[in-house]
C-alpha cells in the first residue's frame, strides 16, 4: 500500500479504513509533511491550559498586567502552542511511534496572541534502523510552528523510535 492513499480496504464492497501515520520506511530525510488544519487559539484554550498546568505567571491571564507588558495584551502559554503543534504533527509523524526518545533545541522566536491561527509542519532529517531492535527505526525531525501571516513562531527537533512495515500495531 503506497502511504498517500491513506486509507486500506477493510472488508468486503466500498468500505474502507483511514490509514495514519508512517512506518520506518515510509520516512525519507529531506521531505516536508505540512500538518492540517490549522488551529485558532482562543481566550478558553489558553486559561485552561494555563490552569491546568499551574502556570502563575499573570501574561497570560492578567488583562491588565499584560496591558502593561512589552506585548501590550495577554500572551499564549508558549507549552500550550508546544503541545498543539507537537499534536498537530501526531497523524504524520508519530501516529505509529512506539516512543518519543528525545525533544531538543525547542526555540520560541516570536509570540501567539488570542486570535492568532497556527499551523505546522516537520521536515525528516534523519533516519537509521535501530541497532538493538531489528523491527524498527530511530527517525529525527524538525518542527516549524507559523502563524497565519508566516512569522515562525516556535522550532523544535524530536527523535522517535517507529516500528518498521509489519512489525507495528494495526488498529
Known sequence: MSYESRAVKNGEGNR????IGRYFEDFNVG??????????I???DNSWFTLLTMN???LHFDAEYAKDSEFGKILVNSC????IVAGMSVSDVSQKAIANLGWTDIKLPAPV????TIY????????RESKSRPTQGI????TKGTKSDGTVFMTFDRTILVAKHGHGIEN
Do not use: W
Open 16 to 19: 474502507f479504513r483511514e490509514e
Open 31 to 40: 521531505d516536508i509533511y505540512e500538518h492540517r488544519p490549522g488551529r485558532t
Open 42 to 44: 482562543n481566550e478558553a
Open 56 to 58: 502563575t505567571h499573570p
Open 80 to 83: 500550550l502552542t508546544l503541545s
Open 113 to 116: 496572541f488570542i486570535g492568532d
Open 120 to 127: 505546522a509542519e516537520t521536515e525528516v532529517l534523519e533516519k
Open 139 to 142: 527517525v529525527s525531525v524538525r
